[in-house]
């Protein structure tokens, strides 16, 4: 029986050329752009700090609530403490961090990466965890729509 060409060291060749592409976008400024990062991604340094968390209030203030409202409640852009950009939410601290610095390509969000020292994106992030956070405890004491009709 003669055998197919297709079979063997090509299929090892490609699984080789799949394997290095892979690692490639691990460390490309693209992947860090939409936040694909590798093992050196890191956790937020100033995560828990109130003082963190008030200069971060500051700077959002000044930078962020333009377009994303008053405390990242959303504007003409997503809001910041609800869904995907909360804390256990499917967007994490890394992935806004480098949304922040570098932006997002095709959207109104723009690079801040060259404005704000990598302290400050740190700082605006820690800002919108305690918030989300207060925003979850705020919206469980809320009644229910069903609830609230038990009122009137």
């Not at 209030?57 to 403490?81: A, D, M, S, W, Y």
């Not at 919108?128 to 009709?149: F, G």
Request: hydrophobic share 40%; glycine share 12%.
């Amino acid at each position: 029986m003669k055998r197919n060409n297709h079979d063997g060291p090509n299929l090892r060749v490609l699984a080789g050329v799949l394997a290095v592409a892979a690692v490639a976008l691990c460390w490309s400024p693209l992947s860090r752009a939409f936040g694909v990062t590798g093992a050196a991604a890191s956790a937020n340094p100033v995560a828990g700090q109130p003082d963190a968390a008030r200069h971060g209030e500051e700077l959002f203030g000044r930078i962020c609530q333009q377009c994303h409202n008053t405390r990242g409640h959303g504007g003409k852009c997503p809001q910041l403490v609800r869904g995907a950009w909360a804390p256990g939410g499917a967007n994490s601290d890394q992935l806004m961090f480098n949304t922040i610095t570098h932006g997002r390509p095709g959207t109104q969000m723009g690079a801040f990466g060259e404005v704000l020292t990598k302290e400050q994106i740190w700082q605006i992030i820690t800002f919108l965890r305690e918030e989300a956070v207060r925003v979850k405890a705020a919206d469980a004491k809320k009644p229910k729509d069903d609830e609230a009709d038990l009122w009137y």
